[in-house]
């Protein structure tokens, strides 16, 4: 094992969004440890007031530091890792939507990239409650969705608000690993029910695997854990891919370099994506063109082959159903693409 000994520096960046930034902070404070982390908020021109406000407060316990100019998540992200001191040995790397649920998540994400051949760690992200997905065409509803959701937030004495997590109630999976061999790059499982098989015995679809922490192509960096000595050996997120696929392009190149990329299934936390997305390209069929013409060329012999999905499933939705008809490239599924193939490690 290659043993983590140090804390985790946790990057979040903002811009506005106060209220779901505010409900991220404070979730970090409730399930994690103080002594197991540091927090930088980085703003990005923020102008609301009660945001400004909320920095503010957020600046008294933790660092909140300020980025200029057009937004690039790979550079903001990049300028908030090189501001860790030398007690950090790993980054989180965590959008202002996600909630940290129950404590034990960023512990268990911790272990994992202490194995000697892991790299990176990804969680597995679930829509809220009160998520409204009827605008996806992608997304077909659960027949038993209809007054199963519990009330969707309550206030503590100290006057937070989180999210209800209940255990008996319907829950959708927003993100379990990412794949390449559904469109560009998917989530994996995204609209299937979830269920915790590590603490319910409860009766599922026996035609869906079970959630159970395995390697992937790539994780999301909604929620993504990497050891420093890695993210500064690859140097950080590619600039060049400014919104999309950055993280997808992070793991791509982990894997190059013989580290595989996990996704746990026992770090569980809510990804309130609707909240926090620029509604105004939400009918654009595709928010980030250049990115993704630039993630095609660099990639175009891998998308399609994941080694990690099954040939046999549908290459057309998320949910895990089989395809009508074969594909007729399906033996290619029976090769490992070499630049997916982790390479023997050298490293002590």
Known sequence: NHALLGKTGIVIPTKNKGEILKLAVDSLERTVPRDLYDLVVVNHESDDPDTVALLQTIGKKHRVIDYQGSFNFSSINNFAAKSFDETIDSFLFMNNDVEAIK??????????????????????????????????????????????????????????????FDENSLHLIQHA?????????????????????????????????????????????????????????????????????????????????????????????????SLSRDVSSADEKDPHPADTTTFRHRYQHDIGRDPFYPAMLSRTVTHYRPMRVPYSSMKLSHQVVENLKPKPLTKP
């Open 103 to 164: 404590g034990g998540w960023l512990e268990t994400m911790r272990d994992l990239l202490s194995r000697r051949e892991v790299g990176i760690v990804g969680a597995t992200l679930l829509y809220p409650p009160n998520a409204s997905l009827d605008s996806d065409p992608n997304f077909i509803a659960p027949t038993n969705s209809e007054d199963d959701h519990p009330s969707v937030t309550e206030v503590s004495e100290d006057g937070h608000r989180r999210t209800v």
């Open 177 to 273: 690993g990412v794949i390449l061999n559904v469109g560009v790059a998917e989530h994996y499982q995204k609209y299937e029910q979830y269920l915790d098989v590590y603490t319910r015995n409860t009766p599922r679809n026996p035609a869906i695997p079970s959630l159970v922490t395995r390697s992937f192509s790539a994780v999301t960096a909604a929620c993504l854990l990497i050891r420093r000595d890695i993210f500064e050996t690859l140097e950080g997120f590619d600039k060049q891919l400014a919104v999309g696929f950055q993280d997808v392009d992070l793991c791509l190149r982990a894997a190059n370099e013989g580290y595989q990329s996990l996704c746990s299934a026992e770090a569980v936390l809510f990804h309130h994506e």
